[in-house]
C-alpha cells in the first residue's frame, strides 16, 4: 500500500523557522518526482516545490523562493522541506504528493499524503 | 506562469443529475491537464489526467475532455459521494498550477 506521512509541523512565530519530513512507502521512492503542495484554511490548493528522483532539478513557487528548500533521501525513502523566514501567509496544511518520473511527457501528482499543518502566528 | 480558471466556482446538484465544470488555461498546455476530487478534510484524489484518461478505480460516471486551453469535467450522474470541490491542475510546465476549485453542493 503506497502511504505518504508527512511530520513535522506545528505553531512557529514569524521569522522562525520549520523542518518538514515525508516518509514514503509502498513503491519505488526512485521512479517518482517528489513535490509540496499546500492548502490554506479553507482555500485551494498552491504548488509549493518539486525535486525530481536523483535531486538534479529543483523547483519552487516565487512565494517560497529564497526561503524554503527542498531535498530527499533516496536511502531514506524521505523528502523534506526547510522553511525558513515564515511568514503568517505560509500557515497551511503541506501536503507531500508524488509525480512518476516518465522519460518524455509530463505526468500527473498521482498520490497525496494526508498533510501536516504549519501555522505562524505570534 | 500559466492561470487556470474554473466555472463555476460553486454548483448546487441533485442525485443523478449530469454536471460539467469547466477549466480555462491562460495558454496551450496541450492535454497535460489533471483532475482532482477533495472531500473536507481529506487529501485530493486524482480523478483523471491527460484531459481524459480515467484513473485506475475511479467510476466510469467521470468523464474529462478537452485540449489546449478549455477543458471539462464530466459526471453523468451524480451520486451521493460525488459531493465535494473540485480542481483542475496543469501539469504542462513549472510552475504547476492548479484553479481555484469548484465546490459541489447538494440541492
Known amino acids: 500500500e503506497v502511504q505518504l506521512v508527512e511530520s513535522g509541523g506545528g505553531l512557529v512565530k514569524p521569522g522562525g523557522s520549520l523542518r518538514l519530513s515525508c516518509a514514503a512507502s509502498g513503491f519505488t521512492f526512485t521512479d517518482y518526482s517528489m513535490n509540496w503542495v499546500r492548502q490554506a484554511p479553507g482555500k485551494g490548493l498552491e504548488w509549493v516545490s518539486s525535486i525530481s528522483d536523483s535531486s538534479t532539478y529543483i523547483f519552487y513557487a516565487d512565494s517560497v523562493k529564497g526561503r524554503f528548500t527542498i531535498s530527499r533521501d533516496n536511502a531514506k525513502k524521505s523528502l523534506y522541506l526547510q522553511m525558513n523566514s515564515l511568514r503568517a501567509e505560509d500557515t497551511a496544511l503541506y501536503y507531500c504528493?508524488?509525480?512518476?518520473?516518465?522519460?518524455?511527457?509530463?505526468?500527473?501528482?498521482?498520490?497525496w499524503g494526508q498533510g501536516t499543518l504549519v501555522t505562524v502566528a505570534s | 506562469d500559466i492561470q487556470m480558471t474554473q466555472s463555476p466556482s460553486t454548483l448546487s446538484a441533485s442525485v443523478g443529475d449530469r454536471i460539467t465544470i469547466t477549466c480555462r488555461a491562460s495558454?496551450?498546455?496541450?492535454?497535460?491537464l489533471a483532475w482532482y476530487q477533495q472531500k473536507p478534510g481529506k487529501a485530493p484524489k486524482l480523478l483523471i489526467y491527460e484531459a481524459s484518461s480515467l484513473e485506475s478505480g475511479v467510476p466510469s460516471r467521470f468523464s474529462g475532455s478537452g485540449s489546449g486551453t478549455d477543458f471539462t469535467l464530466t459526471i453523468s450522474s451524480l451520486q451521493p459521494d460525488d459531493f465535494a470541490t473540485y480542481y483542475c491542475q496543469q501539469y504542462y510546465t513549472y510552475p504547476l498550477t492548479f484553479g481555484q476549485g469548484a465546490r459541489l453542493d447538494i440541492k
Open positions: 495558454q496551450s498546455i496541450s492535454n497535460w
Open positions: 504528493t508524488r509525480k512518476v518520473v516518465a522519460a518524455v511527457s509530463p505526468t500527473p501528482i498521482d498520490y
